[in-house]
């Protein structure tokens, strides 16, 4: 059964930095692509970012670029977050999908599901 645990979120002020971790197991990450995507308050899941999980590409969604990073290694995979806005408050998500041509952005493409981790930008 393929797992994934978000971790990392938190209570941050306008402008600050938060980096996510989405630790994988049960499952070879060289053979998955992973994205991250985001629910706020009354809004709908939105992706944020993605990885595709062998050859490293990656995509942004327009509100994420020049702010997010996304990145893995082994068995982790990392969204780090600078200049965080009010607008990023939101549950994030990673979630994982057997590796195909393309990489996948929407949250209909992926299978598998971490259960979130809360980030809140307030003053």
């Known amino acids: 059964q393929v797992q994934l645990v978000e971790s990392g979120g938190g209570l941050v002020q306008p402008g600050g930095s938060l980096r996510l971790s989405c630790v994988v197991s049960r499952f070879n990450l060289d053979l998955y692509d992973i994205g991250w995507f985001r629910q706020a308050p009354g809004k709908e899941l939105v992706g944020v970012s993605a990885?595709?999980?062998?050859?490293?590409n990656t995509w942004y969604a327009d509100s994420a670029k020049g702010r997010f990073t996304i990145s893995r290694d082994k068995n982790t995979v990392y969204l780090q977050m600078n200049n965080l806005k009010p607008e990023d408050t939101a549950v994030y998500y990673c979630a994982a999908v057997l590796r195909r041509v393309g990489l996948p952005t929407r949250p209909r493409d992926y299978t598998h599901w971490g259960r979130g981790t809360h980030v809140t930008v307030s003053s």
């Open positions: 990885i595709n999980g062998h050859a490293g």
